[in-house]
């Protein structure tokens, strides 16, 4: 058995920048917190060959005296706490003392500081852990730092290092965070020479995103401000139809500090659900402001995630904020036809906002509800429409007396239906294309959702309930959920066998059979996987129900039916996405036209 020795500082050092300096975007994000520590304003950062040549970042912070320059390329030597109270709230980004001592012993260092109240400044060499003698240096107050050829002592590290670009787009993420972060900051980034980024100090938040990731995003940030207590959330979402794969676009700072967390990720998620498809992520920048108690961020070797005190009230938070920027916005996808000599597809796009939106607002409409005339009886009635003249698909007993809102004839531009599948509507400026399907879905699943709050979902009770045989899994499944199904009107009860009976079923879905839409929402608790939280899976289920029942794509509408579905159209919170966050409707705009046609 080998002997065990104590290991030589340096060599700690290089295990210790195993963990922290992994690429040169690493040992920028720690030099750019440094700054960020000493108070800087503006920072000028400087790299060749993707850093691994050369990284340089000089700042206007406060500085270092000269008899400290030994101690900042130390290891457990930091000027930000001193005992264990302070690590209970940290203010700052650094707290280690040990990410210069890694990189210095990983790479060739120079340091060069110089403080307000001196004269003089000092430097410092570091050459893989090697420090040269304190030095002079006549530079300006602030600190230089080069960090150059990462890694140069470690031919193993050095060869896990990626393509230039690729190194370069971490460094740019460091750059980009740390810009994002803290808003006030004026940063610079060159790649051999050339500018990359030039962000002036004080430019506005969205500024900063739209210079970053484009007008996509830049110009469909919606602003999110709430608070709880002491915990305050502001910043930025994307309209949801700027959306992405996965989700690299959804950016979290606390007091500052740019983190990964599961909880938020998944608030904003679940703040934007039913307007995002399935497997899609919103896009994101939210800022989180807490008294630093609340947060341990002493969790984590690069400091990339912290752990909270209480992330349930955070999640909460967050969600709501969401929501509630959300809530009411005019949101309506147009149509982009491919310009001429693209081979690209139709593109989805949505308006440059501000914009005057096609339907009025919910929130007049509701006020409206009460008192408008009673709609004529159409001749053959669907759920959309507010009189009720198609039989009930099974005997039925008298329904529970619920008052169906009663609508205006609808005097809105009538709609033309073309391939039994799409509506279209003429408005004077421009041309509206709405997939009928998806727009009686997503009002069948805000009726049912708006009366199952209010306790009002009023059942359809069989006189005759219907047996429904199912495979024993699902039969199992099914009476896990007895309860939430009997939430959404779908009474069930066990039948012998793998049999059920559905004895009742919500009635505004009348033209659903109760045992298919059962079976649909059954299907749907199969395939859910793990147990989402109830009131996200009664979420589905309604959602799965609204699709069950509503007008398919090859159904021949009759005038009455649009207008009907045009009428409902305005009630909706959110008309423009199904409750699966596909788009109900594409808008062509006069002015879209007059473009593709080249009249402008
Ligand atoms: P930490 O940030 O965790 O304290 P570091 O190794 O990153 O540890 O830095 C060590 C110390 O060096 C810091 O505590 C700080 O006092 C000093 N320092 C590093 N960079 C700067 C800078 N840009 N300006 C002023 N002081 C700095
Ligand atoms: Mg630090």
Redesign the pocket.
């Known amino acids: 058995m080998p002997r065990i020795r104590q290991l030589d500082a340096v060599l700690v050092n290089q295990i210790a920048a195993g963990e922290v300096i992994e690429r040169p975007g690493s040992a920028l994000k ?1 030099m750019l ?3 960020i ?2 108070g800087a304003t503006q920072i000028y950062v400087e790299v060749e060959q993707g850093g691994v040549e050369l990284i340089r970042v000089v ?1 206007d ?4 005296v000269p008899d400290d320059l030994p101690l ?1 390329l130390s290891s457990h ?4 706490v001193s005992s264990a109270d302070d690590l209970e709230k940290i203010q700052t980004l ?8 890694s990189i210095g012993s990983v790479a060739q260092v120079l340091v060069q ?1 110089r403080t307000r109240e001196q004269e003089q400044g000092a430097q410092l060499a570091c050459d893989g852990g090697k420090f040269s003698s304190i030095e002079v240096w006549n530079g300006r107050p602030g ?1 230089r ?1 080069e960090v150059r050829h990462l890694f140069y002592n470690l031919p193993a590290r050095r060869k896990f290092l990626k393509t230039i670009p690729t190194e370069m787009g971490h460094l740019s993420e460091a750059v980009i965070r740390l810009a994002l972060g803290f808003p006030h900051i004026g940063i610079t980034l060159k790649h051999n020479d050339r500018d990359v980024y030039d962000i002036p100090p004080q430019s506005p938040l969205d500024d900063r995103i739209t210079r970053f990731f484009g007008d996509e995003v830049g110009k469909k940030l919606i602003p999110v401000a709430a608070e709880q207590g002491p915990i305050k959330v502001s910043g930025f979402i994307a309209d949801p139809a700027v959306n992405r794969g996965n989700n690299r676009l959804q950016y979290f700072f606390v007091n500052g500090r740019c983190i990964r967390d599961r909880t938020l990720q998944h608030a904003l998620q679940d703040g934007m659900h039913g307007l995002l498809m399935v497997g899609r992520f919103g896009v994101g920048y939210l800022y989180l402001e807490m008294p630093p108690e609340l947060v341990d961020v002493n969790v984590h070797p690069s400091k990339a995630e912290v752990r909270f005190r209480d992330s349930q009230v955070l999640h909460h938070l967050v969600r709501s904020a969401v929501r509630k920027a959300l809530h009411g916005l005019p949101m309506h996808s147009t149509l982009t036809a491919p310009t001429s000599g693209s081979a690209g597809a139709w593109r989805l796009q949505t308006p440059p906002a501000p914009q005057r939106p096609l339907f009025p607002e919910p929130g007049r409409l509701e006020v409206g509800r009460q008192a408008l005339p009673e709609l004529p009886p159409p001749p053959r009635s669907f759920e959309t429409t507010p009189i009720i003249s198609m039989p009930a698909p099974m005997p039925v007993v008298q329904p529970e007396p619920a008052p169906e809102p009663v609508l205006s004839s609808y005097d809105g531009p009538r709609a033309l239906q073309f391939h039994n599948s799409y509506l279209v509507v003429l408005d004077g400026e421009g041309m509206l294309i709405i997939d009928q399907h998806a727009l009686h879905e997503r009002i069948l699943f805000e009726q049912l959702k708006d009366r199952m709050r209010d306790g009002q979902l009023e059942v359809q009770r069989l006189l005759v309930p219907e047996p429904v045989d199912l495979p024993a899994e699902q039969y199992a499944l099914a009476l896990a959920h007895q309860e939430h199904l009997a939430k959404l009107g779908l009474e069930i009860q066990p039948f012998g066998g793998a049999s059920l009976l559905v004895s009742s079923y919500p009635a505004i879905l009348k033209r659903a059979r109760p045992a298919a839409m059962l079976r649909a929402a059954i299907e749907h608790l199969a395939t859910a996987g793990e147990a989402p939280r109830v009131e996200l899976l009664l979420d589905r289920l309604l959602a799965t129900m609204a699709c069950h029942a509503a007008v398919k794509a090859g159904d021949k509408l009759t005038p009455a039916e649009m207008d009907a579905l045009l009428a409902q159209r305005h009630l909706c919170n959110d008309s423009h996405h199904c409750p699966h966050g596909r788009p109900t409707s594409l808008f062509f705009s006069k002015a879209e036209l007059d473009k593709q046609f080249e009249r402008t």
């Open positions: 720690e917190e440094n700054a520590d000493a700042d912070g406060c500085g270092i900042a030597a930091t000027s930000k650094g707290f280690r003392g040990e990410a210069l001592a500081s600190t730092i």
